[in-house]
T-cell receptor, first 108, second 115 residues
Framework: QKEVEQNSGPLSVPEGAIASLNCTYS??????FFWYRQYSGKSPELIMS????GDKEDGRFTAQLNKASQYVSLLIRDSQPSDSATYLC????????FGSGTRLQVQP | EPEVTQTPSHQVTQMGQEVILRCVPI?????FYWYRQILGQKVEFLVS????????KSEIFDDQFSVERPDGSNFTLKIRSTKLEDSAMYFC?????????????FGPGTRLLVL
C-alpha cells in the first residue's frame, strides 16, 4: 500500500514568517517527490520536485528530502497572504500518490 | 505557455447516465493521466495512457470507466453508468515522456455532479 501522509492543518503563520510543511511516505520504491499547491476548487499547480537527498531551493521555496527517514518537507520563506492554499505532497514511481494536503493560512 | 485543457468545466448528470470528459494534453506530451478528487478528499490516480493503451490503472478504475484517444489531440474519460459516488473533480494531466519522476501538468478539471 502506497501512502503519503500529511498533517491536514490548518497551519497558520504571520506574513513574512517561514512556513514549514511536512510529509512522510511509505513506498520505499518511490524515487521522486513533488509539492503542488492547490487553491480551493482549482487544479494542483506544481511548486517543486525533488529526487535526491538534501535540499533544493527555488526562490522562496526549499524542498528537503530524506529517503532514509522517508520524509519530505517544504519551507516557504517570507510567506505572503497569496501563499494561503492547500499544499499537496506527492510521491511518484510514475503515477502520483498524493497526500491529503496541508492547509496553510498566512495572516496579513 | 502550453497547457492542458479540459471540457466541460462543469457537468451535471443523472445517476445511470453515461458521461464523457474531454482533455487536450500538451501537444508534444506522450503520457496522459486521469485523476479524481472527491470533495474534501485527496487527489487519487485513476489511469495512465501511453501509445494508445492503458499503461497503469488503480483499483478505482473498474469496468465502468474507459479511456480513449479518439484523434491526435483529445483524450477522453468515459463513465458508462454514473453513480452518486462518482461526483468529484476529474483532472487530466500529461507528461512529456512518462519517465518516472517526470513532472505532470494538470488541467483545470471537470467538476462532475451525479444526481
Amino acid at each position: 500500500q502506497k501512502e503519503v501522509e500529511q498533517n491536514s492543518g490548518p497551519l497558520s503563520v504571520p506574513e513574512g514568517a517561514i512556513a514549514s510543511l511536512n510529509c512522510t511516505y511509505s513506498d520505499r520504491v518511490s524515487q521522486s517527490f513533488f509539492w503542488y499547491r492547490q487553491y480551493s476548487g482549482k487544479s494542483p499547480e506544481l511548486i517543486m520536485s525533488i529526487y535526491s537527498n538534501g535540499d533544493k531551493e527555488d526562490g522562496r521555496f526549499t524542498a528537503q528530502l530524506n529517503k532514509a527517514s522517508q520524509y519530505v518537507s517544504l519551507l516557504i520563506r517570507d510567506s505572503q497572504p497569496s501563499d494561503s492554499a492547500t499544499y499537496l505532497c506527492a510521491a511518484s514511481r510514475r503515477a502520483l500518490t498524493f497526500g491529503s494536503g496541508t492547509r496553510l493560512q498566512v495572516q496579513p | 505557455e502550453p497547457e492542458v485543457t479540459q471540457t466541460p468545466s462543469h457537468q451535471v448528470t443523472q445517476m445511470g447516465q453515461e458521461v464523457i470528459l474531454r482533455c487536450v494534453p500538451i501537444s508534444n506530451h506522450l503520457y496522459f493521466y486521469w485523476y479524481r478528487q472527491i470533495l474534501g478528499q485527496k487527489v487519487e490516480f485513476l489511469v495512465s495512457f501511453y501509445n494508445n493503451e492503458i499503461s497503469e490503472k488503480s483499483e478505482i478504475f473498474d469496468d465502468q470507466f474507459s479511456v480513449e484517444r479518439p484523434d491526435g489531440s483529445n483524450f477522453t474519460l468515459k463513465i458508462r453508468s454514473t453513480k452518486l459516488e462518482d461526483s468529484a473533480m476529474y483532472f487530466c494531466a500529461s507528461s512529456e515522456t512518462g519517465l518516472a519522476g517526470e513532472t505532470q501538468y494538470f488541467g483545470p478539471g471537470t467538476r462532475l455532479l451525479v444526481l
